[in-house]
T-cell receptor, first 113, second 114 residues
């Protein structure tokens, strides 16, 4: 089956620093990847759609200057949380589309102190 | 607004029982309906999916029932096991646009008692 690898699985950082999360499709090429945010006991909230070789499309209310997305290759998309603050603490999940199916990474728990 | 409404919010089932989770949607143009299973601290994993031209799909102990006229679909887990305890999300795919994003339900916390 298709595998999406996400790193790191957990990160703790100080307020004001930047954190980069990587999402890789290991055995397939993904022209489109998605980034979600999930709060405890809640559903997945789509943050942005990452398109290889072009700018990401952000959902309403998501600050594109705070959540920088780069999709430089067909197998890698990165999400950088810039100048992180405690309210950015959350579970971030990426996904990649293969045909009509969407496969998810294992998620990154970000804790901003 | 394109929504997918999921119920119940939580469900407790005895081992060996049947777990049933329901979803309803509004946009009749949705063209693909997957179910995902998520364990704590992990990303969702695709369980089973169905297209609207099919009324039922079965894979092992998991069955999707789809009622197009009622705009409802449900997940049935037969012979539920403690290892099935997880959060389940239904979803529906937007039919247009290059991204073809998924709209997720609110999730159901399933607990299967031993």
């Amino acid at each position: 089956g298709a595998v999406v690898s996400q790193h790191p699985s957990r990160v703790i950082c100080k307020s004001g620093t930047s954190v980069k999360i990587e999402c890789r499709s290991l055995d397939f090429q993904a022209t489109t990847m998605f980034w979600y945010r999930q709060f405890p006991k809640q559903s997945l909230m789509l943050m942005a759609t990452s398109n290889e070789g072009s700018k990401a499309t952000y959902e309403q209310g998501v600050e594109k200057d705070k959540f920088l997305i780069n999709h430089a290759s067909l197998t890698l998309s990165t999400l950088t949380v810039t100048s992180a603050h405690p309210e950015d603490s959350s579970f971030y999940i990426c996904s990649a589309r293969l045909g009509e199916k969407l496969f998810f990474g294992s998620g990154t728990q970000l804790s901003v102190l | 607004q394109q929504q997918v409404k999921q119920s119940p919010q939580s469900l407790i089932v005895q081992k060996g029982g049947i777990s049933i989770i329901n979803c309803a949607y509004e946009n009749t143009a949705f063209d693909y309906f997957p179910w995902y299973q998520q364990f704590p601290g992990k990303g969702p994993a695709l369980l089973i999916a169905i297209r609207p031209d099919v009324s039922e799909k079965k894979e092992g102990r998991f069955t999707i029932s789809f009622n197009k006229s009622a705009k409802q679909f449900s997940l049935h887990i037969m012979d539920s096991q403690p290892g099935d305890s997880a959060t389940y999300f239904c979803a529906a795919r937007q039919p247009s646009g290059s991204a073809r994003q998924l709209t997720f339900g609110s999730g159901t916390q399933l607990t299967v008692l031993p």
